[in-house]
C-alpha cells in the first residue's frame, strides 16, 4: 500500500531496532525492489555501560525510495544546514576579539577548543575548518579537479596544472585570486591551495550515522501530555531534520504508525523553520494502552482509552504549545476521520 501512494520522487523511511532489521531490509528489497535502497542510517542513543555483552543503543532507518533512477535523473538533492555551527561562530568571534589581527595564535586556540569537545558534540564534524582569519573560518582545500578536462590544464602563476588540471577555468581562478582565496607556497611545485570557509559550506547531505539521546523525546512529551503515557516517543527535531532534508514545499508526509504523534508535531515544528507547507497524515489504530506497562497503566488513568486518544490529545497540545511560541505562527490544526467498512457491493473478491 505504501509503495502505491508513494509520488514517483517520494520516499519511505521506516525505524527499526537491532532485533528485525535483517527482515525488514528483506522485505523492503521484495517490495520496493534493492536497486531503490538509498541507505540504513544508524541511530546512536546512549549506550548501556553495565550491559552483559555489548552496549547496543542503536536504532536503525532504513530509506528507500520509490524510483532511484528517477531521483538521479532530475538530480535530486538531499541537503541539511549542518549541526554545531553556532558555537563554531561564537568561539572565532570570541577568539578574533581577543587577538586581534593575530590568526596564528587565534587558530591554534581554535584547534585547542575542538579538542576539548566530546566525539559526540556536532561542532566536532567540521573540526577541520580549523583556521581563523578576516573573513571567517576555513581549511585549506584541494584545487584539483576530479576529472580530467583540457581547458583545465594551464600554467597558473609559475605552478604547473595538477594532472587532472586545476577545479576552476581561468576567470575563476582570477577571481579567486583577487578574493584572496588562493594559498601559493614558496615552493613551486607544491600545489596550490584554496581557503574554503564554513560560512559558505553550511549544507551537506544527511548523515548517514547520527547520535541523539532519546531521553530529551521522553522528557519533552512527558512535560507536554503532564505524565508519562508513551514509550519511546521519537525525537521530533531528528524527525522535522530529514522533513527538511527531504521534502519540499506542499508535500505530504504520511504516518502509519502514528503513535505520540511525533510525525505531525515534528512537521509543524519544521514548515516555519524554512519556509515551507508541509501536510501531514497520521495514521493510529485504536488499540488500547497496555495496562502491564507504566505508560499504559498513566494513560488509562488519564482517560485516554485508546493510544488514538494519545495521538490526538499530543496533536492539540502541540499545536497550542507552538502558537504560544511564535505569535504570528499560521493557525494550526487537524481533521479526524475514521475508517469504515466499505459501502460498496463487491461482487468478485478482489483476492481469490
Ligand atoms: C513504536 S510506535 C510509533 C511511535 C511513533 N513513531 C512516535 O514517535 O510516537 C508504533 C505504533 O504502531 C501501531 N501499530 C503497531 N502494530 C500495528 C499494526 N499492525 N497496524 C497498525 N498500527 C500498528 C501501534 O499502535 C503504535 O502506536
Redesign the pocket.
Known amino acids: 500500500l505504501a509503495r502505491h501512494l508513494l509520488r514517483r520522487d517520494g520516499v519511505i523511511l521506516v525505524?527499526i531496532d537491532n532485533n528485525e532489521v535483517h527482515h525488514l531490509r528483506l522485505l523492503l528489497d521484495a517490495v520496493f525492489g534493492a536497486e531503490n535502497f538509498v541507505d540504513m542510517m544508524t541511530w546512536r542513543g546512549a549506550r548501556k555501560g553495565d550491559a552483559k555483552l555489548t552496549g547496543g543503543g542503536q536504532d536503525y532507518v532504513l530509506v528507500y525510495a520509490r524510483d532511484r533512477s528517477y531521483l538521479k535523473s532530475n538530480d535530486i538533492r538531499w541537503r541539511e544546514r549542518k549541526e554545531g555551527l553556532e558555537p563554531i561562530y561564537a568561539k572565532a568571534a570570541d577568539l578574533r576579539k581577543k587577538h586581534g589581527g593575530d590568526f596564528d595564535t587565534a587558530s591554534k586556540e581554535l584547534r585547542d577548543w575542538y579538542k576539548s569537545l566530546a566525539d559526540e558534540d556536532p561542532s566536532k564534524a567540521h573540526a577541520h575548518y580549523n583556521r581563523i582569519d578576516d573573513k571567517g573560518i576555513w581549511f585549506s582545500d584541494n584545487i584539483s579537479s576530479p576529472n580530467y578536462r583540457e581547458n583545465l590544464i594551464y600554467d597558473w602563476k609559475g605552478y604547473s596544472p595538477p594532472a587532472n588540471g586545476w577545479r576552476y577555468e581561468r576567470a575563476t581562478m582570477e577571481r579567486l585570486d583577487a578574493e584572496g582565496r588562493l594559498i601559493y607556497p614558496e615552493d613551486k611545485t607544491k600545489r596550490v591551495q584554496i581557503k574554503s570557509y564554513l560560512h559558505m559550506r553550511e549544507e551537506w547531505a544527511p548523515a548517514s550515522v547520527f547520535y541523539r539521546d532519546r531521553r530529551a523525546?521522553s522528557s519533552n512529551?512527558d512535560s507536554l501530555m503532564g505524565a508519562k503515557v508513551?514509550?519511546?516517543?521519537?525525537?521530533?527535531d531528528v524527525?522535522a531534520r530529514l522533513f527538511h532534508a527531504i521534502t519540499d514545499d506542499g508535500d505530504l508526509i504520511l504516518?502509519?504508525?502514528?503513535?505520540?504523534?511525533?510525525?505531525g508535531h515534528a512537521v509543524w515544528e519544521q514548515n516555519p523553520k524554512d519556509g515551507k507547507t508541509r501536510h501531514w497524515i497520521l495514521?493510529?489504530?485504536p488499540?488500547k494502552p497496555d495496562a502491564s506497562e507504566a505508560s499504559g497503566k498513566n494513560a488509562l488513568a488519564a482517560g485516554y482509552e485508546t493510544?488514538?486518544e494519545v495521538?490526538a490529545e499530543?496533536l492539540r497540545r502541540a499545536a497550542a504549545s507552538l502558537q504560544r511560541e511564535t505569535l504570528d505562527a499560521p493557525q494550526l490544526g487537524f481533521r479526524i476521520f475514521r475508517t469504515r467498512p466499505t459501502n460498496l457491493v463487491i461482487e468478485k473478491p478482489l483476492f481469490a
Not at 508513551?230 to 521530533?236: A, E, L, Q, R
Not at 504516518?255 to 510525525?263: H, V
Open positions: 525505524s523525546a512529551l508513551f514509550d519511546d516517543p521519537k525525537s521530533t524527525l504516518d502509519f504508525f502514528a503513535g505520540s504523534g511525533s510525525t495514521v493510529q489504530v488499540e493510544i488514538f495521538t499530543r
